[in-house]
């Protein structure tokens, strides 16, 4: 039930614990596409915003070709309402998104402090920056973008504070947590072997989906699975696996 509340959650469907428990059962939450009991009238509106992602794409091009751009991404607590992100230039962005996507798909454009440039240009400085934080016993584990929130989500495994500390210079534009290696079993009896692209990755924070398997030869030689990311997938308490997760960045 945990999983199913926590899916109508992430989708902005009512997720209160009696009505998800309710669904169980009832011949009206019969539509499982989704993996979780859903009315019809549910089942469709979340077709309905595949449908929009894909009327959204001919104006990404276009919006990422334009000044000042910060991304764009979909919020789903808004009926998967498409949201594009600029530093500047809004009314402009405007007009060249509608005209791309004509007048029949609604979207919102939002101004943000900094653009996808100026993120990357955050994320080289503080890549530049591993040899200080390794002095103090802190190795970054991954850096991953949160457009929505327009900041970088930067995973370590070491102490917290003093990274907060010795990344001040970018404090207002990133986010630091706690983070070990991401290992995980992503096995299972219907799942192995071998490892599979598609597999969804659970943690404590959200999912990841798994890619494909490579090999690190930046130390002792030992197989990974690349994955789609690890930006929200903290993950749970390592299991025993030969075959431990990466993000490359």
Request: charged share 25%.
């Amino acid at each position: 039930m945990q999983r199913v509340s926590e899916f109508r959650t992430r989708f902005g469907l009512r997720a209160d614990v009696a009505y998800v428990s309710s669904t169980f059962g009832d011949p009206a939450f019969r539509s499982d596409a989704w993996g979780a009991p859903l009315t019809e009238e549910e089942n469709e509106e979340l077709f309905q915003r595949v449908r929009r992602v894909h009327a959204t794409r001919p104006a990404l091009p276009v919006a990422r070709g334009l000044p000042g751009y910060g991304g764009a991404y979909f919020d789903q607590r808004r009926d998967g309402m498409p949201v594009f992100l600029f530093t500047t230039g809004l009314e402009r962005a405007d007009e060249r998104i509608r005209q791309a996507l004509g007048s029949s798909t609604d979207y919102e454009i939002r101004r943000v402090e900094r653009s996808l440039d100026d993120l990357d240009a955050i994320r080289d400085s503080i890549r530049s920056s591993r040899p200080l934080l390794a002095d103090s016993d802190i190795d970054i584990v991954t850096i991953t973008y949160d457009i929505r929130n327009n900041i970088i989500r930067l995973g370590v495994k070491g102490p917290v504070d003093r990274a907060i500390e010795l990344l001040r210079p970018w404090s207002s534009a990133i986010t630091v947590f706690e983070m070990d290696y991401p290992l995980i079993d992503v096995c299972s009896d219907e799942n192995c072997p071998p490892a599979k692209a598609g597999l969804q990755l659970d943690g404590n924070a959200g999912f990841c989906t798994s890619g494909f398997v490579g090999m690190r030869t930046d130390g002792p030689d030992h197989q990974v699975l690349l994955t789609a990311g690890w930006a929200s997938c903290s993950p749970r308490p390592a299991v025993t696996t030969p075959l431990s997760t990466t993000v490359l960045w």
